[in-house]
């Protein structure tokens, strides 16, 4: 039973980092929450549904390609509804962001609809068994390989390439970072397409393990992974990666434990964090100087 529940926990919570890296990265650069990111991860479900329908079974091809999209759509997010903004009070750019879930929801309510569409079989399901201590699926498997994977290329990406490098800087100071040729809208625009597309790749694999795509699975999972950066430390990539593994471990344990409240133990998480450490668990540093 414990390690069943702990291998569900890892799957589901590499699901949580996925998307929480896209609300840390656009805060450690812009200083605001995106509250669009949970639409994007939606609309990154619909959009690889699509392309399932269209392409077959090639999963992987299937995945990049939901990606660039979604990352695309997230770039379009930002010049839309954040750039003409950059300059206002974060409360203008907050509320922006609110109104851009609304339209991204409403508009998958307005070109799909509200039904549940299941994901095509493009993967076939196995059954393997841990001895008697648990059992994993395939889809499960690959839930989390891809997730891990795309958790150490985004790691790579930010401590090894030269955008990687403009984004730690731009984080750490814009200012200073602009004074030393960074440009900001580039720095942006990488930022908002490298987070969006890990949303979308997470609305993919969602909808690949729980065989259902539909307009409103993204305000829990939002709401999940925005926690998931809260504990980890909301501006922390590796922040991100740990809190949405943990979140999703607790989430799953007090799931088995008390199933009437599983929803409900993300947010008690995120009380309790907030109240006796506000930095998260890589104690990032909230209080730093808005830009």
């Known amino acids: 039973m414990f390690f069943q ?154 401590n090894h390439t030269r955008y990687g490098q403009a984004i730690r800087a731009t984080s750490e100071d814009s200012e200073t970072a602009g004074l030393m040729g960074i440009s900001m809208d580039q720095v942006l625009v990488v930022t908002f397409f490298v987070g969006s597309a890990l949303g979308g790749a997470a609305g993919l694999l969602v909808g690949t393990y729980y065989d259902a795509i539909y307009s409103t699975m993204g305000y829990a999972a939002g709401l999940k992974a925005f926690t998931a950066a809260i504990l980890g430390g909301i501006g922390s990539i590796p922040g991100a990666m740990v809190g949405g593994l943990v979140l999703g471990v607790v989430e799953n344990f007090a799931g088995a434990w008390i199933p009437n409240y599983r929803d409900g133990i993300a947010f008690i998480v995120m009380v309790l964090v907030l109240l006796f450490k506000p930095g998260g668990l890589f104690n990032a540093n909230i209080y730093q100087k808005r830009v």
Do not use: C
């Open 5 to 158: 529940q702990l291998i569900n926990g890892l799957m589901l919570g590499s699901v949580y980092a996925l998307v929480a890296l896209g609300y840390t990265m656009v805060y450690g650069v812009m200083k605001f929450i995106n509250f669009a990111h949970g639409d994007v991860y939606m609309w990154g479900g619909f959009i690889g549904l699509f392309l399932a329908r269209l392409l077959g079974g090639n999963y992987f091809l299937v995945l990049i390609l939901t990606m660039i999209l979604t990352g695309i759509l997230g770039v379009l997010v930002e010049r839309i509804a954040y750039k003409p903004l950059r300059k206002s009070p974060r409360l203008v750019v907050t509320t922006s962001a609110l109104g851009m879930s609304i339209v991204l929801s409403n508009l998958a309510l307005l070109l799909i609809g509200s039904e549940t569409y299941p994901m095509p079989k493009i993967l076939a399901v196995r059954q393997i068994h841990l001895g008697s201590f648990a059992v994993i699926n395939t889809t499960q498997i690959l839930v989390l390989v891809i997730a891990v994977i795309l958790m150490f290329l985004l790691n790579w990406f930010v």
